[in-house]
Structures are given as structure tokens and as C-alpha cells.
């Protein structure tokens, strides 16, 4: 069984940045891609970043291309999202997620949907003031 548990959410103004982190428990995490997604209220839960294993590959929605960055320490099993420039509409709870049966992949077309991935967190809120 893996846990996560994500962390740095808050409150920011336009412009601004925040970085959250997941801790996850379990001893193969270097081996599992991660995912951060997204979830507004009344609306789905949306892809925001990807990482492999290996931190080799990375990728991201649209949206958030050049302004968030996903990264990974496999020594403390902790995946983060440093997410600069922070707009209003970046409102939502953040979950990190876990694809355990990718294996080594460096990339899996299921890692841009929530069906990719068979860990996920707790969410954490972010909330960007105009």
C-alpha cells in the first residue's frame, strides 16, 4: 500500500508562487511515475504535470507549460510542483497521484488521466486572489 501526502497549499495573489510537496510511504517509489492534478469546484479532476521514474521525462498541460515545473527526490520519496506566476484561475485542490503498474516507463499515454494512476493524496487547497 502507498500513502501520499501532499502539502504547501494556500492562499497567494496573482502573480505569486507556490511549491507543494507529496510525501508518499513505501519503498519502491523511485520505480512509480507520479501526476499532479487538479480539481475547481463543480468541475473534473484535470492533468496538470507528469514525471517518470527517473525524473527523465517530464510533461504538462497547456495551461501551466512554462510556468509550473513537476520534480522528484527518489531519496526522500517526494515529489513536488513548483508552480510560479500563479493566476486566479489556477484555483482548485491539488492531488498527487501514483501510476504503480507503469513500471520504467517514460511515458504512458494513461498518465494524462486520472485512470493512469491507482495512488492518489488527500488534495491540497490553492487559492489565487485577483
Known amino acids: 500500500q502507498v500513502q501520499l501526502v501532499e502539502s504547501g497549499g494556500g492562499l497567494v495573489q496573482a502573480g505569486g508562487s507556490l511549491r507543494l510537496s507529496c510525501a508518499t510511504s513505501?519503498?519502491?517509489?523511485?520505480?512509480?511515475?507520479m501526476g499532479w492534478f487538479r480539481q475547481a469546484p463543480g468541475k473534473e479532476r484535470d492533468f496538470v504535470a507528469a514525471?517518470?521514474?527517473?525524473?527523465?521525462?517530464?510533461y504538462y498541460a497547456d495551461s501551466v507549460k512554462g510556468r509550473f515545473t513537476i520534480s522528484r527526490d527518489n531519496a526522500k520519496s517526494t515529489v513536488y510542483l513548483q508552480m510560479n506566476s500563479l493566476k486566479p484561475e489556477d484555483t482548485a485542490v491539488y492531488y498527487c497521484a501514483a501510476d504503480s503498474f507503469g513500471g520504467r516507463s517514460v511515458y504512458r499515454s494513461s498518465w494524462y488521466g486520472p485512470s493512469g494512476y491507482d495512488y492518489w493524496g488527500q488534495g491540497t487547497q490553492v487559492t489565487v486572489s485577483s
Open positions: 514525471i517518470s521514474w527517473s525524473a527523465s521525462n517530464t
Open positions: 513505501g519503498r519502491t517509489f523511485s520505480s512509480y511515475a
